[in-house]
């Protein structure tokens, strides 16, 4: 892993089809690109995308933490209880998180106003979702900047344990996050 994340494993993947590992993007090292995928999720949406047993699902996500977490780069994701996308992702170990170009900003936005439950997202917003080059979880082919993660440590919020205000603002009807921390496990973009 530390080998992807220093630009290595050259020739290891494949390019080609649907569901293949892709070819042909620049491999980044930590700490390259958080600041950008940091500014794009809290400013216009990041598509976090993951697989499992239960299916194949992104959503859009306005909150991400990026840093140095066990002694390794990490970056943690929230997701509500009552995302289709947090099925998927309680039966995953990895999950990717995609930056979008500005021009592709009407697929960030159906990503977060519908749910996987009634469509595929990624055909209904005319995205291809491409295997990890270093996870499971897919990433957005067209993505400028993509981020995977190995998932490192869940855990669902206890309301007991945060701040009054905050549910008020949050979590007035309850639906509290999931918050994952995954171990960055490579970074790439084009
Ligand atoms: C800009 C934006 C940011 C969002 N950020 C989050 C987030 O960080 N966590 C979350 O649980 N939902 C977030 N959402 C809501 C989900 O993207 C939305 O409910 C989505 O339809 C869930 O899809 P799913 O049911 O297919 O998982 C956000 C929506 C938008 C538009």
């Known amino acids: 892993m530390r080998a992807l994340l220093a630009g290595g494993l050259k020739g290891r993947h494949r390019s080609g089809k649907k569901g293949r590992r892709e070819m042909a993007r620049k491999k980044m090292a930590f700490p390259a690109g958080t600041v950008e995928v940091i ?27 990026i840093g140095n977490v066990w002694g390794r780069p990490c970056c943690v994701v929230l997701v509500r209880e009552s995302r289709h996308t947090h099925t998927i992702i309680e039966g995953a170990d990895s999950f990717t998180v995609s930056v979008l170009p500005e021009s592709l900003q009407e697929a960030v936005d159906l990503f977060g106003e519908q749910s996987g439950r009634d469509m595929n997202k990624f055909e209904a917003a005319k995205v291809t979702p491409v295997k990890g080059q270093a996870v499971d979880s897919p990433y957005i082919k067209d993505a400028q900047l993509v981020i995977e993660c190995k998932i490192a440590f869940r855990q669902t919020m206890d ?6 205000d905050y549910v008020k603002g949050c979590y007035i009807e309850g639906d509290f996050h999931t918050i994952y921390y995954g171990e960055i496990a490579a970074i790439h973009g084009k």
Do not use: K, V
Not at 39 to 63: F, K
Not at 159 to 164: G, K, N, Q, T, V
């Open 39 to 65: 500014e794009a999720t809290r400013t216009r949406g990041t598509i976090l995308c993951a697989a499992s047993a239960r299916g194949r699902n992104g959503m859009t996500i306005g909150w991400i933490t």
């Open 159 to 164: 309301p007991e344990l945060i701040r009054a």
